[in-house]
């Protein structure tokens, strides 16, 4: 389609500069950029001992063991397991998260205009405080209750991870939209048909997927909580890089290469879905 031609009295204006002293968001700019430059000098960065010949030459050895995994039989007889237990942890601590989640970000939600959302700042302080705990400190504080093991690293997973759901939950539920709630509440209908039937199935894709990127998460997560006696393939990856075994290591980190785009995989298909 041809574009219209400029009417007579209409004013070009030309864009504004780069850089203006009345603006806010260029001097924000500006000091955020001399912050990034103060903290490189600050570090004590030794760029040249980092690109030294004998650096990347040990670099370049370790990364060359490291992209031959070992495969044979009594190696991988060890690895499937702990791959096995790996994501079983991921599936269960995201399962309880996610159930655990929803049920926390409906009172951290304020669902319409008239809601009072009595509960919303205490909920969403809780959702902050589980969420601030990085997985291995929650790891560390449930093997003394619960012990070695994957049951420590599962339910470390499951508290983590319901902060982080909980409040992307709580922001889906109070952005969708409001006609069809607006429309059963005029009727008389009670606030939890509403939201079984007019505000769930609106925020049930962005549920969902919100769901399947904390799994990928969570596979990385028990992987590396192995670290702390959670089990699993970090157990294993711990032990073998401690050992400088690189063939080994390369094959847990295949196994977690596989697993994380099989995640993926399903996360793509599930939105597929969802969305006809």
């Not at 009345?22 to 040249?48: K, N, P």
């Not at 969403?124 to 929650?138: F, G, I, K």
């Not at 073998?240 to 063939?247: A, D, N, V, Y």
Request: net charge positive.
């Amino acid at each position: 389609m041809p574009s219209r031609p400029p009417a007579a009295n209409e004013v070009f204006r030309l864009p504004p500069p780069l850089f203006s002293a009345r603006c806010r968001a260029c001097w924000f700019t500006a000091g955020a950029l001399v912050l990034v430059i103060l903290s490189f000098w600050s570090l004590d960065l030794q760029w040249g001992r980092f690109f030294s010949g004998d650096a990347l030459g040990r670099m370049g050895r370790f990364a060359a063991e490291l992209l031959a995994p070992r495969t044979d039989a009594a190696f991988l007889a060890r690895l499937w397991p702990a791959a096995l237990e790996t994501l079983a942890m991921s599936v269960v601590g995201t399962l309880l998260a996610a159930v655990a989640g929803l049920l926390l970000a409906l009172p951290a939600s304020r669902t319409h205009a008239q809601d009072r959302a009595r509960w919303r700042g205490a909920t969403r302080l809780l959702l902050n405080a589980l969420r601030s705990v990085p997985e291995l400190m929650w790891a560390a504080l449930l093997l003394v209750a619960a012990g070695l093991g994957p049951m420590a690293g599962t339910l470390a997973l499951a508290l983590h991870t319901t902060g982080v759901l909980g409040r992307l939950f709580a922001e889906a539920i109070e952005n969708a939209p409001a006609g069809p709630g607006f429309a059963l509440r005029v009727r008389g209908v009670a606030e939890g048909r509403v939201l079984l039937y007019a505000t769930l199935p609106q925020v049930l894709p962005q549920l969902v997927s919100y769901t399947l990127y904390r799994w990928e998460n969570n596979i990385r997560a028990a992987a590396v909580l192995g670290v702390v006696g959670a089990g699993g393939l970090g157990q294993m990856l711990a032990f073998h890089l401690g050992l400088f075994q690189m063939p080994e290591t390369g094959a847990v980190l295949v196994v977690m290469l596989v697993m994380v785009l099989a995640v993926d995989g399903l996360s793509v298909l599930a939105r597929v879905r969802l969305a006809r």
